[in-house]
């Protein structure tokens, strides 16, 4: 098993140049490659302006902003990419016929022993490696937006993907000061956003009941299981709370819960309306500059509060 990863990344997008802040914050070094100069320059740019907000509230010094700068290198030659590469993280659009092409690819370009693995959110390894002669060595790893900031990655077996894969995914990415989980099975969405869409349609379905108003809604959440949630999961919470008394709740409350097969009305109505939410200005709320700054803020402050925590955790072992 190889102890010291060298990491490439297939796409500097979003997520790519996030995953390539978050291992260059653990101290390793980065390849990431972008489809072009512009994509490139993006990429660069976004990648620097996260690491100045990690600067602007102390979560490393001027040095250290520099150091991790110096350790992640964006490249659009594949090959300079590629070279000695031993894990390679795909962050490119979801598309599954895209994903299938380049890992097709990655499979004839790359030794055997080289790891391929997507961030894909919901699609399939084994799907992904359907054309690939080595799909033993194609795993899912996805980090979850924003990449550099939230600690679970979920690791997804396909049909063939080897134990050696699945550990030294583990490997790297607790050295990345990840929280690595590990889904045996393929399923859709995974697991974080099964429980996440589990909870986004019964909000869907109490506003379409009338029950409350969007930001009541949204502050339910909020101000009670949010609060909660990143101490106790559900089943540690439900242990804490008495099993007798969930099992009771759950008697009468499950048959009462929302089954719908599809997005409900009000979100239809929004996508329709080509309301799509922060990206063009209104969705459910209206996302003026000022609403769209103050949250993005407020959302990068929290999450930022909570790596603090976990750095200080890991200092202490």
Same mark, same amino acid.
């Not at 659009?76 to 390679?88: G, H, K, Y």
């Not at 996302?287 to 402050?301: D, I, K, L, V, Y």
């Given at each position: 098993?190889?102890?010291?990863? *060298?990491?490439?990344? #297939? ?21 990431? =490659? ?28 001027? *040095?250290?902003?520099?150091? #991790? ?13 590629? /070279?000695?590469?031993?894990? /390679?993280i $795909?962050?490119i659009? &979801? ?6 092409? =380049? ?7 790359c ?32 980090? =979850? ?8 990655? $979920? ?10 894969? %699945? ?7 607790t ?30 379905? /109490? ?13 339910? %959440?909020?101000?009670? #299981? ?9 089943f ?8 007798? %008394?969930?099992?009771? /709740? ?15 009305? &009000? ?14 200005? &209104?969705?459910?709320?209206? =996302? ?6 103050q949250?993005?803020?407020? *959302?990068?402050? &929290? ?8 750095l ?6």
């Amino acid at each position: 098993m190889l102890k010291n990863e *060298r990491i490439s990344i #297939i796409g500097s997008g979003t997520m790519g140049h996030s995953i390539a802040l978050s291992a260059s914050l653990a101290g390793l070094q980065v390849k990431v =490659w972008g489809n072009d100069r512009e994509d490139i320059e993006m990429g660069k740019k976004g990648f620097s302006e996260k690491l100045q907000v990690l600067k602007k509230f102390e979560v490393i010094s001027s *040095r250290e902003a520099e150091q #991790i700068d110096d350790r992640v290198a964006f490249t659009d030659d594949l090959n300079e990419c590629l /070279i000695d590469a031993t894990f /390679i993280i $795909e962050a490119i659009p &979801e598309k599954l016929s895209l994903k299938q092409e =380049w890992f097709q690819k990655l499979d004839q370009l790359c030794s055997a022993e080289t790891i391929l693995a997507s961030n894909t959110s919901g699609l399939s390894p084994s799907e992904i490696a359907l054309h690939t002669k080595n799909p033993e060595r194609t795993v899912v790893t996805h980090f =979850w937006n924003p990449g550099h900031l939230i600690p679970l990655v $979920e690791i997804v077996r396909g049909k063939y993907t080897s134990d050696d894969t %699945v550990n030294r995914s583990l490997n790297l990415l607790t050295q990345m000061n990840k929280k690595p989980i590990v889904v045996q099975k393929e399923i859709l969405g995974a697991i974080g956003n099964r429980l996440q869409y589990a909870l986004f349609r019964e909000a869907q379905y /109490i506003l379409e009941q009338g029950v409350a108003t969007i930001e009541d809604i949204d502050a339910a %959440v909020r101000y009670s #299981i949010g609060r909660r949630l990143p101490v106790t999961g559900p089943f540690l919470s439900a242990d804490m709370g008495g099993l007798d %008394v969930f099992e009771s /709740i759950s008697s009468y409350l499950f048959p009462d819960l929302s089954t719908d097969q599809t997005s409900l009305p &009000e979100m239809r109505r929004c996508v329709e309306a080509r309301k799509y939410g922060q990206k063009n200005g &209104e969705g459910f709320y209206k =996302w003026t500059p000022p609403f769209s700054a103050q949250m993005n803020e407020e *959302r990068e402050r &929290e999450l930022i509060e909570w790596l603090k925590k976990d750095l200080r955790e890991l200092q202490k072992k």
